[in-house]
Structure formats: structure tokens, C-alpha cells
């Protein structure tokens, strides 16, 4: 384009309320991706999807703009990839595989349609590669974003694995990483969001292992699920469900990796790192517990070891057979 | 109690602020049907539900208060049983039976704890007869009432029944009622409820004939859906998924049951008791077509034929063998 040619005048970008609601789907499906057990897709009453196990795992997630997400710091394909990995998480902790996922959008009428075709690519670039179908969803109009992902898995002919299967004597073990997403958000609510982007991307990307849940069935596992409220507190909810202490390895010997990352955030914010790593929410990793022996398959690595709970005590977390000594966010030591 | 004993102090009910989320999740589960189908409850990560014919058959909808339902006019009860049936309803249009639902609700902090109980229940009462489980949700704070329902369900072997089956020849038929729910919400929008609460039911609790979707399925439907929309749009989406022209009979021979029932309402109100019974939606009927001399299932009845598209004609719809003389509210001809 020459120098000289005179800019087109600046333009508010296109919302939802400009389109019709035709318009907008004819723009969103395409950007979705069909799914490796789709039978059939988007545009009649229902989707059709293969549950060759005979039994369908299902599990359902909402956002609230605002409660769940800030549209000022996670654009709409931050947050259709989190509403989409959140949701796939959840059945990878049953041991199963994602196959499907249906979504609704409620997008007020001043939501940029960018906004939508970027949600649309959010969901794709997490379910696409999985092979997961996003094959169904609704639109409406409303106040603030609301998004709400159903997902559908296959267990492959094995036994879910629960929360409540932990035995006294079983390893246990993380797989993903823990912290980071706590940091992320620590950092934006400061205004150092440029001081770690790889935090700040952890908490708006959670990036959970998705095929560690079937691999850690395949290797025994007796009990998991994915990390959504903190480690401390979830561990608790395998501890209770399961009537054992998980006993954590102190957080430099656990999870080392994790700490050093958040680090230097936490100096900066003069946060605790170990108590990030413990008690942050939202990263998706998942907990599991093994038989003492098993081969952890790859990510897991071991963080502890599950033991009796005591004739006084009740089932409950412990870190380096010590009560976790952490504030109380993200840790309810014994709520339910 | 005596006459003299003081009354308690009048109490602001219990509000969702008020209690724990645990809390809230503590009296809900209780009022929740446990299905028939369900393998493993809410609790875990995710459900499992037996998916007996290898495919499982999924949707999804969202219903957005003051824009889906008036919380003045919709108790909780009749959004859980609108949000269930209308999910349910899309299952069983493809000629399959419903198994489960998962259920997100977005409650604002004043809503009564009593708003939530009864949405339990309306839920139940949609979904417990019908052996469907509620097996899932999440729960989240938000500034209006947003309801989501995702539902699964079974073909037991058989085809699915598609939009784009309809053949020329074939006969197009209903079940279920039409235009009660559009005279019921006009009632409420005009101040006349309590001139037919029957109608005004209608809006608030549609009771579509669930069976009836399996059973037009064993009978050889070609094609069905949902009238969701009006008769009119439904019917030409069939008819353009078909390339067909699905010709109705007059509304005084097809559905001359529906057209007494919305008289008198249509008459106070100045209304057209045949607009509302071509064009009025949410009643949740069934419209599908079946080989000429199929034994329609109970309660299918004939309304038309379904016929080749003429020279110079697209797909679309006639009431009559003519174009339908009505005004254009829900009736979009040629929309997809």
C-alpha cells in the first residue's frame, strides 16, 4: 500500500448483536473440529457420538464472566480453551478418554463476534488435537458471558477410577504442574503480568496431561482426580472418600520444579511459593494414587505416600507428617 | 398453636448468599432421580452412564432468565421441569430414549434457597419418570438465573431419525399439542392469566410425548424434530433437509383440538387462534413423516403430505397447497 493512500476510517469491530444468530453459527462451525467418534455432528435435535465401551462418562462445567474470567485479561480464545480443558480434565481423572463436548454461549449483544469465532478457535485447539468432537451447543444473548461445557468420555473397557480407592501404603503421585495458574493470576491482579507471561499463560492456558488419566489406569491407579481447587484440598478429598492420610513429601523434595518456577514471582509479590504450589487452584494437574511398585507412567512422579489414618485422627492431609503449615486459602482442611 | 402464642417474627426467606455451596449441593442431591441407566452418580469427577447401544445421542440448551423465563411468572419448579423437558424432547425427536442429564445453575446471591429446591424438583419431576438421571452440575454465582441442561441418550439399536429423510409421498403427522404455549405466554403478557391457566400451565410446563419418539422410530419415521419453533419453521426445516415440500392440511382438519383450546384465549385477546397453532413454539411436539400406510404411533396424527418440489419451487412449506397466510412472528420461510 502506497504512503500516501488514506487509512480507511477506524471501525468498531463487529458484535453479536449486528449478526444474526444464523450468521454467527454459520461462522463458529466451521472453526470446530468434527472428533475422531462423531457419528453426527451439529444441525439436528441431537449430536450422535460413539461410546464403544457402553458406558458414557459425563461431567459439566460453568464460567461466569467476572467470577470465572476477566474479559480484559483472557480473550475469547483463552476462554474456550479453559472452559474446553477444565471440562476434558474431569474424565481424564476417571481413567477415561474424551471423545465429545457440547457448549452453550450466553454473549451480550456488545460482544465483539471476534470474540465468538476466537471462543470457537479456543475450544478447537484444545479438543481438536485430543480428537474430542465439539458436536452440539446453544446460543443465547444475556448480560455477561456465560459458558458452560458438557464433555463425554470412554472408559476402553476399564474400571473408572474413583476418589475413593486410596489403600494405606499406596504411593502418591502428580502428574502436570502445581502453582503456576495461582502465580499467573497473583501477577495480574498486581499489574506483573509482564514479569512472568509463562505464569500468566498457565493461568489463562491451564495445559492439563490429559493422557495421564487413561495411562494411570492402565498402571493401576486406585485412586484419582484432576487438581481443580488446590493440592491440599483435593488430596483431602481422595483422603476422605478414601478413609487414609495422604502424607505429602515436604513441597522442595514433591515438587521441586514447581517451586522454582513460581519463585521469583512470589519474592517479587512477597507471596510463599510452597504455599502456591500447595494450595493454588486451576492448574488441572491430576493426583493419583498407586499401588507401592507400580511403574508411575510418565508425567506422574511421586509426592508421597498414603498411610492409616490414626486411632484420634481423621482422614486428612499431611505434609512431611506434619499439618500443613499454610494459610487458609484454597485449604478447608475438612470441609467436604 | 394458641390463639395467644406471638407470631415469629416475619424472616427475608434463606438465599442462596446465605449458605454454603456445600450446603446448597447437600439439599439438592437428595431431590435428584438417580436414573435408570446410571452407572455412577454425582460426586466424582464425572458420571458414568450405561450407554447400551455403543453410540450415545447428546444436546444441549440454555436458558437465560428474562430472556427464556420471568421469575415472576416461572417458580423454580416449572424452569427445571422446562429446562429438562425441552432437553429431553430433543432426544427423543431423534427416535431415542433420554438416560441422563447433567445441569449447570447460575444463581445470583438473593435467589431463595426455596427458588433452588424447587428447581430440584421440577428437574426431578421432568426426569424421574422417565428413568433419566440427573447425574451432574455445577454451580456458580452470577448476576441473573442461567440454566444449562445437557442430555444423553439411547438409540437401542436403531437408526437415528434424522431431518433430511422425508420422501414424497410420505404422510407428515404430530404429537403432542400446538399453539397452547403461545396463547399461555400472550395470556401472561396481557394480564389475563387467570382466564385459562390451562394454557398459561402449557407455557410454563410443556409436556412433550417423549415416548413417542422411540415408538415413531420403531414405526419407520423417515424424519423428525422437535417443534421447537413454531410448526411452520420446523416443518420447512424438515422439508428443505428433505427437499421436499411438506404440505399441511388446514389447521381446522389437522389439529382442530388445538385450535379449540386456544379459541377462546385468542378471542379475548384479539388474537389468531391459527397463527398461534402454526407459528407458536416451545410446546415441544413431535413432527415427523412416515412411509404412506405406516401405522402411526399413538398420539402421532396425520396433518399433511409430504410432496415434490415443483419447477420453479424450493423446499418449504404449504398449508392447504397454498403459501401460509399468516404474519411473519416465528414464521421465517426460507431461514436455515
Chains 1, 2 share one sequence.
Not at 302 to 328: F, K, Y
Request: with cysteine; net charge negative; hydrophobic share 50%.
Amino acid at each position: 500500500m502506497s504512503a500516501v493512500t488514506p487509512e480507511p476510517p477506524a471501525r468498531s469491530p463487529l458484535t453479536v448483536s449486528d449478526v444474526s444468530e444464523d450468521d454467527l453459527l454459520a461462522l463458529i462451525f466451521p472453526l470446530l473440529p468434527a472428533g475422531a467418534d462423531t457419528v453426527l455432528g451439529p444441525g439436528d435435535d441431537a449430536a450422535i457420538v460413539r461410546a464403544p465401551d457402553g458406558r458414557v462418562v459425563v461431567s459439566t462445567d460453568v464460567l461466569v464472566e467476572d467470577r470465572h474470567f476477566r474479559r480484559d485479561w483472557s480473550s475469547g480464545e483463552d476462554v474456550g480453551w479453559r472452559a474446553a480443558v477444565q471440562n476434558l480434565a474431569d474424565i481424564a481423572a476417571m481413567g477415561a478418554r474424551p471423545t465429545s463436548v457440547v457448549v452453550t454461549l450466553v454473549a451480550p449483544g456488545d460482544l465483539p463476534v471476534e470474540w465468538v469465532t476466537g471462543f470457537a478457535r479456543g475450544l478447537a485447539a484444545a479438543c481438536g488435537p485430543a480428537g474430542v468432537g465439539v458436536v452440539g451447543g446453544d446460543l443465547s444473548g444475556g448480560d455477561r458471558v456465560v459458558v458452560t461445557v458438557a464433555v463425554h468420555g470412554d472408559l476402553g473397557g476399564r474400571a473408572p477410577v474413583l476418589r475413593s480407592g486410596a489403600r494405606a501404603g499406596d504411593v502418591v503421585a502428580h502428574a502436570g504442574v502445581r502453582g503456576r495458574s495461582a502465580a499467573g493470576l497473583a501477577l495480574l491482579l498486581a499489574g506483573h503480568a509482564d514479569a512472568a507471561p509463562e505464569l500468566v499463560r498457565a493461568y489463562l492456558r491451564p495445559d492439563p496431561p490429559l493422557a495421564a488419566g487413561p495411562a494411570a489406569a492402565l498402571a493401576g491407579a486406585t485412586a484419582m482426580l484432576d487438581v481443580s481447587d488446590g493440592l491440599l484440598r483435593d488430596a483431602g478429598r481422595i483422603a476422605r472418600a478414601s478413609g487414609v492420610v495422604l502424607d505429602l513429601d515436604a513441597v522442595a523434595t514433591a515438587l521441586p520444579d514447581d517451586l522454582a518456577a513460581v519463585g521469583a514471582a512470589a519474592a517479587l509479590l512477597g507471596a510463599s511459593a510452597a504455599e502456591w504450589v500447595l494450595t493454588g487452584g486451576e492448574d488441572h494437574g491430576l493426583l493419583a494414587t498407586f499401588p507401592a511398585g507400580a511403574d508411575l507412567p510418565a508425567p506422574f512422579r511421586r509426592i508421597g505416600r498414603a498411610r492409616t489414618v490414626g486411632p484420634d485422627a481423621r482422614g486428612g492431609v499431611l505434609v512431611d507428617g506434619e499439618p500443613p503449615a499454610v494459610g487458609t486459602t484454597g485449604w478447608d482442611h475438612f470441609a467436604r
